[in-house]
């Protein structure tokens, strides 16, 4: 058994009448077991990206800046 790591990065902009309210790139970064056999390695990856997604937005709904942007 090995490990696996991803990174996953997007960028938020909100504007609200023309104007920027907020404009970051928010990325995080998770390891998970895996293998180096491919066989096992993709799946297990494939499993993880809606985990990473969900790290991301947590990432995202908890900035303070960003709450303050879309009130």
């Known amino acids: 058994m090995g490990s696996a ?3 996953l990065a997007a960028r938020f902009v909100i504007t ?3 104007q920027t309210r907020y404009d970051q790139v ?3 970064h998770d390891e998970w077991d895996s293998s180096f056999v491919g066989a096992i390695a993709i799946p297990r990856a ?3 990206y809606p ?3 969900q790290k991301l937005l947590s990432e995202l709904f ?3 800046a960003f ?3 879309v009130k």
């Open 67 to 69: 709450l303050q942007a």
């Open 46 to 48: 494939q499993e993880r």
């Open 62 to 64: 908890t900035d303070p």
């Open 51 to 53: 985990i990473m997604v």
């Open 16 to 18: 609200r009448g023309g």
């Open 26 to 28: 928010k990325s995080i």
């Open 5 to 7: 790591s991803g990174d």
